[in-house]
């Protein structure tokens, strides 16, 4: 747990709320205090839910301090029992009231025994890890609690292709698009949807995972942990190769047949799909990604610098496709998922100048102070970040501003999700023409930036003979000598920038 101004991932309960509410029937009770009970509104309005979000809270007030809230959380979970009549009630703290260190375990299996529905207590550390990992925690616990309960478990596995898809969840990064992608994507490849767990799935469903012959894991972040429990249990591969960019969607597929090849009972298909060629064929004429990456359009990229921060699967994946697709230099890049720092670590090694794992917004401003790319790809905090150095950046992970998450269709998965990467690359530079009357018109406003360093390093000072020498070059691209001029100051720990510092900055950069 940290207690910072902003983070990048919420509070453990914000990911078991998420999968709570992700599936239908079930409802999440928080045990919290006034305030931590924001999920419903924030929910609400990101995913413009015409429903009321499955989630209250069973207030901790100073009642509940002088007497104990075992009355008070036991009633609640029985009348929700009788007022939603949900399949399954998830009992959740907050960081706030895990300080009481009630046996709230033993409040569920006290209501258990009076309620009609099942009811859990989400078993995860609030102090020791965030909202993305509890989310996968709680998606897992769920999965092996109906699994286990189940006494009739049919393990025979479908005659036909057959996948469940693991983790596409509520207020997760254009989720429902790359899930519809998904979808048709599979459809193309005659491999028939067993479950999707856990947005829009029933509580029931699990029983039925076991049937399907892989799991597809497109996130890294929620799924994996269930991913692993039924391959454990069930011997059942999983493919964790996120769909992502030209190169990626290939291994993807490539692997999807492996693990159907993998199981010794035989295939029942309607049709014979030949993988390579369906690979050829959607990388040449569905994506326009490969032929847009030997354009002229995407050689404008050439040496333009980029720095891409996010989670750990969107980071990853946009930075292969940057510099291994388009050709794009990726100074930085980093990740706020500190859990899966050795995966990210080992899948962009190759790809990058330097990589960041940290959690502090305020790290990754200096470093693209220090950087200063011609764009920036990452989170909400990187796009107000890049707002004020004037450094234009494309969204590409969350946590994400309702902008985000779009009526259209956006995926960013699949053959679809190429090209809508490759649009998203592309209008999130500020190229030729674009950069002089950007200069000319004084930007997209007229609010004076104060400063363009979210650095602490004092700012050079410039003597009156170097801004009146500053003052002769044209405007368009007066700004850029100065700030590349600043830059080298500051490389060399020059104070005082003079027009002989001036000249050697240029011959530095020549």
């Given at each position: 747990m940290k207690l910072a101004h902003w983070m990048y991932a919420g509070p453990a309960h914000i990911g078991t709320l998420r999968v709570a509410s992700s599936f239908k029937n079930v409802h999440a009770i928080m045990h919290a205090p006034l305030g931590d009970d924001y999920f419903n509104?924030?929910?609400?309005?990101?995913?413009?839910?015409?429903?009321?979000?499955?989630?209250?809270?069973?207030?901790?007030?100073?009642?509940?301090?002088?007497?104990g809230s075992r009355k008070r959380v036991v009633d609640h979970i029985i009348r929700k029992d009788k007022e939603e009549g949900p399949d399954l009630i998830i009992l959740t703290p907050t960081c706030t009231s895990s300080i009481l260190q009630e046996d709230l375990k033993n409040f569920v299996d006290r209501a258990s025994i009076i309620s009609d529905c099942n009811v859990i207590f989400a078993d995860v550390d609030h102090y020791q890890v965030n909202e993305i990992q509890a989310a996968d925690r709680t998606l897992e616990q769920v999965v092996r609690y109906y699994l286990e309960k189940s006494h009739t478990l049919?393990?025979?596995?479908?005659?036909?292709?057959?996948?469940?898809?693991?983790?596409?969840?509520?207020?997760?990064?254009?989720?429902?698009?790359?899930?519809?992608?998904?979808?048709?994507?599979?459809?193309?490849?005659?491999?028939?949807?067993?479950?999707?767990?856990?947005?829009?799935?029933?509580?029931?469903?699990?029983?039925?995972?076991?049937?399907?012959?892989?799991?597809?894991?497109?996130?890294?972040?929620?799924?994996?942990?269930t991913a692993m429990y039924l391959n454990k249990e069930f011997g059942m591969p999983y493919v964790s190769t996120t769909p992502m960019g030209a190169v990626d969607m290939a291994e993807c597929i490539r692997q999807i047949k492996k693990s159907l090849e993998t199981l010794a009972a035989p295939i029942l298909s309607s049709k014979r799909v030949d993988y390579e060629s369906y690979i050829d064929g959607q990388t040449r004429f569905v994506s326009q990604a490969a032929w847009f990456s030997r354009s002229i359009d995407c050689q404008n990229f050439t040496g333009k610098e980029t720095v891409v921060f996010g989670d750990a699967t969107h980071a990853a994946s946009i930075t292969k496709i940057l510099a291994r697709e388009m050709g794009i230099r990726v100074s930085c890049t980093g990740t706020y998922c500190k859990h899966d720092a050795e995966w990210f670590k080992e899948q962009i090694k190759d790809f990058c100048d330097e990589i960041i794992i940290t959690d502090d917004h305020a790290e990754v401003g200096d470093i693209i102070s220090r950087v200063e790319p011609s764009a920036i790809f990452g989170t909400q905090m990187e796009r107000h970040i890049g707002k004020r150095l004037e450094i234009p950046c494309g969204v590409i992970s969350a946590p994400a501003h309702i902008q985000n998450f779009s009526l259209g269709y956006r995926p960013f998965l699949g053959y679809e999700g190429t090209n809508q990467i490759a649009d998203l690359v592309y209008n999130s530079f500020a190229l030729g023409m674009e950069d002089h009357l950007l200069d000319i018109f004084c930007g997209h406003d007229t609010k004076e930036i104060m400063t363009k360093s979210l650095s602490t390093d004092i700012s050079p000072i410039w003597d009156p003979e170097s801004r009146q020498e500053l003052g002769k070059i044209p405007r368009f691209v007066r700004d850029e000598v100065k700030r590349n001029t600043e830059k080298f100051a500051r490389r060399k720990g020059i104070l005082n920038v003079t027009v002989e510092v001036m000249h050697a900055a240029k011959e530095a950069l020549s």
């Open positions: 509104v924030m929910r609400s309005m990101l995913e413009r839910e015409r429903n009321f979000t499955p989630a209250t809270a069973s207030i901790v007030d100073r009642h509940v301090l002088a007497r049919d393990q025979f596995v479908t005659d036909a292709p057959s996948v469940n898809i693991i983790g596409i969840i509520t207020l997760g990064f254009h989720n429902r698009h790359d899930c519809r992608e998904l979808r048709r994507l599979l459809k193309d490849l005659d491999i028939r949807i067993n479950q999707i767990i856990p947005e829009g799935g029933s509580v029931e469903d699990p029983k039925n995972l076991p049937k399907a012959r892989f799991n597809l894991i497109p996130y890294r972040e929620v799924g994996l942990m």
